[in-house]
């Protein structure tokens, strides 16, 4: 096992892993913004800048590991793109990339009516 093979130390995770939003498929989409807390971390993060936004900072009813497994089918389906900043997992919303593979969906999310 070479040191890039090796798993992470103590204290440490591997790093997220992202679907190119050009691979996912409309169900996968639809089925990552049925949810209403999904939904609400994708508003959430319309409304700020890329990057800003900690896994940690978002007051959502569920616990660490449902709130994981949220943000993970939203980067399975092309939504989100995560970086860890030291201690802490940033997010940004993949708009420009996910609007050009499913044109008006993500807006319809987004409206409050």
Do not use: Y
């Not at 440490?12 to 939904?39: G, K, N």
């Not at 569920?62 to 497994?69: C, D, F, I, P």
């Amino acid at each position: 096992m070479t040191t890039a093979d090796a798993p992470p130390g103590p204290g440490h995770r591997l790093p997220p892993v992202h679907t190119d939003p050009a691979e996912v498929p409309l169900e996968a989409a639809l089925l990552a913004l049925a949810d209403p807390v999904r939904r609400t971390l994708v508003r959430e993060l319309a409304g700020s800048d890329d990057w800003e936004r900690s896994c940690g900072s978002f007051d959502v009813p569920v616990g660490k590991a449902t709130l994981s497994r949220h943000f993970t089918v939203l980067r399975d389906a092309g939504l989100l793109e995560q970086r860890d900043a030291g201690p802490k997992r940033l997010n940004r919303l993949r708009r420009p990339e996910f609007e050009a593979r499913f044109p008006g969906l993500l807006e319809l999310v987004l409206r409050q009516d």
